[in-house]
């Protein structure tokens, strides 16, 4: 299995998917790093956002809340009621607002309000995962990681470059076989490439620009 499609021409797909995703929507954290919000406390809040909540509303409620705080002194300060009532668009608001008032306030007493750029402290955090240190350490702290959502399990499997069961597998396995400084790049290229194209039902396969490189492994229908 590992042998059949283990010459995927990784590079080759992530130079045209390049042209591809220059006429689509950026990710979530991609497009609010462009926006300026990029210290690795701003990332940090807006992956937390996004968890289960779809970029067209991970962004301007993070816009909206970054209007009214954006430093872990500012989150502390605010009220709670109010925190959950500006994450209010995304799911699970309230839970969100308690972890992120839980954060601001340990960045206060153990960081001098400032989020350090270390992986072990931000696993440490309610509510923080494997997929959203790696985007504030890749993004914001340019600690090259690869950050692995759906889209990228997916799609690297598809192609055969991978063969794993989770995303956490999935980011293990990349760690190891694909190039260090296309780690950061693979999560901005990948997740419009798959909420637009190599999309989880029915991908679009005729038109894709990798067909003539991609075994579309256990893809059943497509478009
Ligand atoms: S050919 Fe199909 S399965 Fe392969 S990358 Fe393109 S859309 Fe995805």
Not at 158 to 179: D, F, I, N
Request: glycine residues 4%; charged residues 20%; hydrophobic residues 45%.
């Amino acid at each position: 299995m590992e042998t059949k499609h283990a010459d995927f021409d990784i590079l080759e797909a992530l130079q045209r998917i390049r042209a591809v995703v220059r006429s689509l929507p950026p990710a979530a954290l991609f497009q609010l790093a462009e926006e300026g919000f990029r210290t690795p406390f701003e990332l940090l809040v807006a992956c937390i956002i996004s968890v289960r909540t779809r970029d067209e509303v991970t962004v301007p409620t993070a816009r909206r809340l970054f209007a009214r705080a954006r430093t872990p002194q500012e989150f502390a300060a605010l009220d709670p009621n109010e925190l959950a009532r500006l994450l209010r668009p995304a799911t699970f608001a309230q839970v969100k607002a308690q972890n992120l008032m839980v954060i601001a306030h340990r960045l206060l007493v153990e960081q001098n309000g400032t989020l350090p750029c270390n992986e072990e402290f931000l696993r440490s955090l309610p509510g923080v995962g494997p997929k959203c240190t790696n985007l504030v350490l890749g993004i914001a702290c340019g600690i090259p990681r690869v950050a692995v959502d759906v889209h990228v399990h997916r799609i690297v499997n598809r192609w055969g470059y991978v063969h794993t069961r989770t995303p956490e597998q999935t980011m293990q396995a990349l760690e190891q076989k694909l190039p260090q400084q296309y780690w950061v790049e693979l999560n901005r290229l990948l997740v419009p490439f798959g909420k637009h194209v190599c999309t989880g039902i029915a991908p679009r396969c005729s038109t894709c620009v990798l067909a003539d490189l991609c075994p579309r492994i256990g893809v059943t229908h497509h478009r």
